[in-house]
């Protein structure tokens, strides 16, 4: 064999040494690694069972309340990358329990939050003077900086699934944080405020362009759901995704969050998608129905309502229903787009 770049002589070895203690060191030892002919992720295919899940997180709640916590979380963490708080590479995700009478207060971050309601109806959050009811399967936000705090004035708890930008703000060394030092915000603005005044095809008539995060902070399952239900009538299903709709911000066409891409997607019964596989690892959660998954060779989730599953990047994914079902997923998508990285792969779909 010819010598590669990677021979370990005795004089390349002392030369290695010398020249660490100048905080050098040769790219022809690592390059491989750090440019991959394909995505090569620590991220790996994973799932979590919501009974699992809703246990644990009942448990947490007999041991914390949900202020002296802050947040009552359990964290997702990628089985590839434990102790790091993260479910890929770059997002986070983890769901909070909020029982009746309890509140989370208020604070602030520079990190892009979503909740995706997994069970329970009737508790709030408030973001920026503005409070919203959350129902099962609602798709609420919380952009950067704005104050927020939840609490459950219902008689039942309240589950539901977070997922934030925090691995990277954390790359980027850009995290601030405040907290307001009250449980609650102040209310400035009726129920339903940014519904009316932005989630009705009408914009006020000197609205700026944006600042790349919707001024709509809760879309309700309600009317995802219907929209999902016309659209199946005309049967334009994708061989790739069924039927996969991203929500997004009305000012400007593009995701509802600058740095997290959110989607909801119908499979009928006994439908099953063409191979897909995408840049951007993905979160699913079920909200409805039932079905199985298959994410690279060998990975196999037999998911239902409220399980939490994870594509890793350019892993191929394929669904199958066993009834009528609806994914809600996010994934980095919008860095990726703004970026020019993002490459999909359809197979020949
Ligand atoms: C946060 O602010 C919330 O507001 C949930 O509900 C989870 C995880 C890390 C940092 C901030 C929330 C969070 C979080």
């Not at 405040?178 to 449980?183: L, S, T």
């Amino acid at each position: 064999m010819t010598a590669s770049s990677g021979d370990r002589t005795s004089e390349r070895e002392a030369f290695y040494d010398r020249i660490s203690t100048k905080n050098l060191t040769p790219l022809w030892l690592s390059l491989a690694e750090l440019v991959t002919p394909e995505p090569r992720s620590q991220c790996r295919p994973a799932s979590w069972q919501f009974a699992d899940i809703r246990a644990a997180m009942m448990e947490a709640g007999g041991l914390i309340t949900a202020k002296e916590a802050e947040r009552r979380v359990l964290v997702l963490e990628n089985p590839g990358l434990r102790g790091q708080s993260k479910i890929t590479t770059d997002l986070y995700a983890g769901v909070q329990l909020v029982l009746p009478g309890e509140v989370a207060p208020a604070h602030r971050h520079t990190q892009t939050a979503l909740r995706f309601v997994l069970e329970g109806s009737g508790a709030y959050t408030a973001v920026d003077g503005e409070r919203t009811i959350m129902h099962e399967g609602d798709f609420i936000i919380t952009p950067p900086m704005t104050w927020h705090d939840h609490g459950n004035e219902s008689d039942a708890p309240i589950f539901w699934l977070d997922g934030l930008d925090i691995p990277v703000v954390q790359f980027l060394d850009a995290s601030f944080a405040e907290h307001m030092g009250e449980d609650m915000q102040p209310i400035t603005k009726p129920l339903g405020d940014s519904d009316f005044r932005y989630g009705a095809n009408l914009l006020p008539i000197d609205q700026a362009r944006g600042s790349g995060t919707s001024p709509v902070f809760n879309y309700p399952y309600a009317r995802t759901r219907e929209a999902l239900e016309r659209m199946r009538r005309a049967e334009a299903w994708d061989p790739c995704h069924g039927l996969k709709m991203r929500f997004s911000n009305p000012v400007s066409g593009g995701h509802a969050m600058a740095t997290m891409g959110t989607f909801i997607q119908l499979l009928p019964k006994d439908f099953s998608t063409s191979a897909y596989r995408s840049t951007d690892a993905t979160i699913f959660a079920p909200i409805e129905g039932r079905g199985r998954t298959f994410i690279g060779d060998d990975f196999v989730v037999d998911w239902q309502k409220r399980d939490v599953f994870v594509v890793p990047s350019w892993k191929k994914v394929r669904h199958e229903a066993a009834e009528d079902s609806v994914l809600f997923s996010f994934s980095d998508r919008p860095i990726q787009e703004a970026l020019n990285l993002f490459r999909e792969d359809r197979g020949n779909a």
